[in-house]
């Protein structure tokens, strides 16, 4: 098996947030910088060997730094034969509440949930996602330069990433990070150095909707390399970070939350096409438990975009979310992921 580098990306939020990005967006993101530093060929040949697995790559989702999304699937209804205090099949609603309230959680509080998810009400710290309306005005009269037209009113959703360090206390969270896995090679090598220089230039990401206003933008502050795990006794058992297309993953033994999303066409004149029926698509979402039946590498996958694959072979589904090992001594406490 080839041998692989893990990475933790950390990032601070520039703005304000419209949604946390996925792996997905990050993907993206890192795809059009590769290819503005080694050209828009060698950018489709890289994909190419990503989507037909020559190249392992792995991404998790935009997460809290140092949380990890919570497994609250499991934590509410976990498989039976689990060595927990799991005496109640049905979650009260006290702890049904908590373990809803906990959306992130560090790894050490993530391992005692699942030895005791009727205790995670008194697990501090936590981060959770706060949703809001803001009001914002188009000052139309400026832009198309015709006095005398009213103010354009319109609300914009935002959320905040807020840490709970204890009942009562809590923090906006400015401060972000994503891991990415890859085989060690020239490939992975080559998008090191794309997140070296944007880190060095202090680029900003765009990572979501609005970023001419401000929201959805991150630049990198930091690049940790993830060593010292590299063990050939990895467990099967790991924690989704991101946005996962399964290939080789037991079904009936993992503990799967899914998200479907629609697909449509987008055309810069007239937008999100209307008249096309768009087609819908399943992950297994961030905080699934995965059990892995062979290789870790191939329990994800990324496949062809549905639109136009014949000519944009660049445009793919990214379905590679970074996994990371859960350990069967789950009392141990992981700062960061182990690698594999």
């Known amino acids: 098996m080839t041998e692989t580098v893990t990475y933790k990306v950390e990032m601070s939020l520039t ?11 990050i993907f993206g993101a890192l795809i059009y ?15 190419s060997k990503i989507r037909e697995g020559e190249f392992y790559f792995s991404l998790s989702n935009m997460l809290p730094r140092d949380y990890f999304p919570s497994p609250q699937t499991y934590l509410l209804d976990p498989p039976t034969g689990q060595p927990s205090d799991r005496s109640d099949s049905k979650k009260d609603k006290k702890t049904y509440k ?54 354009n009113v319109y609300s914009v959703p935002e959320v905040n990433v807020v840490e709970v360090l204890e009942e009562g206390k809590k923090e906006i969270v400015s401060e972000f990070s994503f891991y990415l896995c890859a085989d060690k090679c020239d490939e992975s090598a080559e998008l090191l150095d794309v ?13 979501g909707a609005r970023a001419s206003q ?5 630049i990198v502050n930091r690049i940790q390399s993830l060593e010292g795990e590299n063990s050939a006794d990895q467990p099967n058992t790991y924690l989704n970070l991101g946005m996962l297309l399964p290939q080789r ?31 819908f698509i399943s992950f297994i979402d961030a905080g699934s438990i995965i059990l892995v039946t062979k290789d870790r590498k191939k329990a994800g996958s990324s496949i062809l975009s549905p639109f136009n694959p014949k000519d944009k072979p660049r445009d793919i589904v990214f379905g590679n979310a970074f ?18």
Not at 33 to 47: G, P
Not at 195 to 207: P, T
Request: with cysteine; glycine share 4%.
């Open 15 to 25: 703005g304000r947030l419209t949604q946390l990005p996925d792996s997905q967006r």
């Open 33 to 47: 910088m590769y290819a503005e530093q080694y050209s828009s060929e060698r950018a489709t040949l890289l994909v």
């Open 98 to 151: 908590a373990i809803k309230d906990r959306t992130f959680m560090k790894l050490a509080e993530i391992y005692k949930a699942m030895d005791n998810p009727n205790h995670a009400d008194q697990l501090y710290p936590f981060a959770c996602i706060e949703s809001s309306q803001q009001i914002h005005a188009a000052i139309d009269s400026l832009r198309y330069d015709i006095p005398g037209l009213d103010p």
């Open 195 to 207: 997140l070296q220089l944007a880190k060095e230039s202090k680029r900003r990401f765009f990572l």
């Open 214 to 218: 401000g929201f959805n933008t991150f």
């Open 249 to 279: 993953i037991d079904f009936e033994e993992s503990s799967l939350k899914l998200f479907t999303s629609e697909r449509r066409t987008y055309h810069s004149a007239g937008g999100w096409d209307k008249e096309f029926s768009g087609q």
């Open 323 to 340: 996994l990371l090992p859960l350990h069967s001594e789950r009392r141990k406490h992981y700062d960061t992921p182990a690698t594999s």
